[in-house]
Antibody, heavy 119, light 107 residues
């Protein structure tokens, strides 16, 4: 059974850093494209970043230069490093698996981890 | 970036009603349009992929159509468990973009 379990969220001051983790099971993180998608409280969904099966990475303009997506194949885990955090980064962050090695539909989502940026 | 304009933003309907949500892309995205359902406090769930394909296990009362820039999502007979927010999403181009969502309520 495919599962994605995020962790690492919390309350952080503006300008701070945080690393989110997404532990995958039931498939290997190298075999699918995997995105991070966030949702600010009461708002819609915003795509943040994707890592391709080949390792290429892409980011939304709103986080480019501040966030870094990566994976550890040996741990079957995906990461999102969040630096220079701003109040507008406050959101639930979801790890989301694309259906195969392409930017196809997202067929599995984690439960989300809440990041709150506030002083 | 491709803008996805979804309407209406909210909708109230009765059990058994036919419900339609539209999504318009700011440029041609061919068939690369998906629909998700999100219930409060939960992650989104894929319902329809590539415009009109029903995800496995999703009831057949859900359907999708369209191509290019104009897309439609339909619930043929609204059920109480369909109360949720629905989002369209394009993946023809990065960045992936979502519609702003349609909150569906029971009248």
């Amino acid at each position: 059974e495919v599962q994605l379990v995020e962790s690492g969220g919390g309350l952080i001051q503006p300008g701070g850093s945080l690393r989110l983790s997404c532990a995958a099971s039931g498939f290997t993180v190298m075999s699918n494209y995997i995105s991070w998608v966030r949702q600010a409280p009461g708002k819609g969904l915003e795509w943040v970043s994707v890592i391709y099966s080949g390792g290429s990475t892409y980011y939304a303009d709103s986080v480019k230069g501040r966030f870094t997506i990566s994976r550890d194949n040996s741990k079957n885990t995906l990461y999102l490093q969040l630096n220079s955090l701003r109040a507008e980064d406050t959101a639930v962050y979801y790890c989301a698996r694309h259906v195969d090695a392409s930017l196809g539909p997202i067929d599995y989502w984690g439960q989300g981890t809440l990041v709150t940026v506030s002083s | 970036d491709i803008q996805m304009t979804q309407s209406p933003s909210s909708l109230s309907a009765s059990v058994g009603d036919r419900v339609t949500i539209t999504c318009q892309a700011s440029q041609d995205i061919s068939k690369f349009l998906n629909w998700y359902q999100q219930k409060p406090g939960k992650a989104p769930k894929l319902l329809i992929y590539d415009t009109s394909n029903l995800e496995k296990g999703v009831p057949s009362r859900f359907s999708g159509s369209g191509s290019g820039t104009d897309f439609t999502f339909t619930i043929s007979s609204l059920q109480p468990e369909d109360i949720a927010t629905y989002f369209c999403q394009q993946y023809d181009y990065l960045p992936i973009t979502f519609g702003q969502g349609t909150r569906l309520e029971i009248k």
